[in-house]
């Protein structure tokens, strides 16, 4: 996008937060922040955990990856046996790049949910520990 100088956080993603999903099964993305080399990215069922949590917390931290998406619910992806209805799940997503000093670091990143941003929000970082539910 011209004029908007660089994008430091994660934005765009999908899910949204907040929406309300039919099925078990999700692959969320988001589109990196400009100076990303990779993404510490953290997934979980309790807000307060996904929020403060760091690369040592096993039970909500996913890893640090490359790629600006990830598979929820499905076999050979997170939570194979799939998520649970009527449950509400919490994910983030750090940016990381150590050798550039603009990198963000601990963004404040992360959303969920089915849905579309209006086109005014597409830079827009995405919102810390977001959610998303699955329908009963």
């Given at each position: 996008m011209v004029g908007l100088g660089p994008q430091p956080f994660a934005r765009q993603p999908n899910p949204i937060n907040g929406s309300m999903i039919d099925q078990t099964r999700v692959t969320a993305s988001w589109y990196a922040g400009t100076f990303a080399a990779l993404h510490d990215v953290y997934f979980g069922e309790s807000y307060e955990r996904v929020s403060v949590a760091t690369p040592n917390d096993a039970d909500v931290y996913v890893g640090r990856q490359a790629v600006t998406q990830l598979l929820i619910g499905a076999s050979g992806g997170l939570m194979p046996t799939g998520l649970v209805p009527g449950k509400t799940y919490y994910w983030r997503v750090d940016e990381i790049n150590g050798s550039n000093p603009a990198s963000p670091g601990r963004a404040t990143s992360g959303a969920s949910g089915f849905g579309r941003k209006p086109?005014?929000?597409?830079?827009?970082?995405m919102e810390p520990n977001t959610s998303f539910r699955i329908r009963r």
């Open positions: 086109l005014g929000d597409l830079t827009r970082p």
